[in-house]
């Protein structure tokens, strides 16, 4: 116990906490959760009342937590993991397929690829209702962010199911008219925005343009196709968003990039009913 006599903790405070504790800002913090700035210090003063304990240095827009607050972030993210199975299992019945299910997949893949199982899904199952978060970032399973995700590298740790669903290849593409008329050596590249830097595809491209220039860059893969398709530069899309009727012409195959994509849900939801029907839609869209 770290004080020696405090009232109940309010859950709230201890998420607005942990919430402050993973993101390093009060901003970040407030963004995370939903809420204004002010929201997170007033919840973060309340709990470092209630247990008589200093939990957050502040020094300029950054925090530090203290050798106490480190200890409570440890112990809120395990009651944050349960609080998140509890909640993911009372928002489906656990005998019929009905209840909100939510999943996280990369923008591109969302719209190329799952439109079509969760609409097949929703005509099937009426009773299960879909949210769909097209993002880049990897949402939380244990922070309520979704139920099911759908991710391009293998969680390291955590309790879940894990489903190889298959292999997406990138290849480079540019316009037609754009190969005839530029020289290989003059190409010029579209990619990612800095933060996407790190990832794969964008290495690989930086491989590939061998010191020449990446010269127009978006976080938005359909942005890049259309700049591609307009004579913009040579670009690495996934195949799966390519079709004849785009005017994309394929650079060779010997420079194929192949990423695996994972299903990923918390074990504990993974036989609601609602859950796994979904998981079996995924599963049949690849």
Request: net charge neutral.
């Amino acid at each position: 116990m770290i004080g020696k006599e405090f009232t109940h903790i309010d859950w709230d405070d201890l998420r607005h906490f942990l919430a402050l504790a993973q993101a390093g800002t009060f901003l970040g913090a407030a963004r995370q959760i939903g809420v204004e700035h002010a929201t997170i210090s007033r919840r973060i003063a309340a709990l470092e009342k209630n247990l008589g304990r200093k939990l957050v240095d502040r020094r300029g827009r950054r925090i530090i937590l203290t050798g106490d607050g480190e200890q409570v972030a440890g112990h809120a993210a395990l009651v944050a993991q349960q609080m998140a199975v509890i909640e993911q299992l009372g928002r489906a019945s656990a005998t019929e397929t009905r209840g909100h299910v939510r999943i996280s997949a990369p923008p591109a893949l969302s719209s190329v690829l799952l439109a079509k199982p969760v609409a097949a899904l929703r005509r099937e199952h009426p009773g299960v209702e879909i949210t769909l978060v097209g993002e880049k970032r990897l949402a939380s399973l244990n922070r309520r962010e979704a139920d099911i995700a759908v991710r391009m590298s293998r969680p390291e740790d955590g309790d879940y199911a894990i489903t190889r669903l298959g292999d997406m290849a990138f290849h480079l593409y540019a316009a037609k008219a754009y190969l005839e008329s530029v020289p290989e050596a003059q190409w010029t590249f579209i990619g990612y925005d800095e933060g996407m830097n790190a990832s794969p595809q964008q290495l690989r491209l930086t491989e590939l343009a061998a010191g020449r220039p990446i010269a127009i860059r978006s976080s938005v893969l359909e942005f890049q196709a259309a700049a591609a398709r307009l004579g913009g530069g040579v670009v690495l899309l996934p195949d799966f968003a390519v079709t004849d009727a785009d005017g994309l012409q394929r650079i060779g195959d010997e420079n194929a990039l192949t990423r695996e994509i994972w299903l990923v849900v918390h074990a504990e939801i993974r036989d609601v009913p609602a859950v796994r029907v979904v998981m079996e839609a995924l599963k049949g869209a690849f």
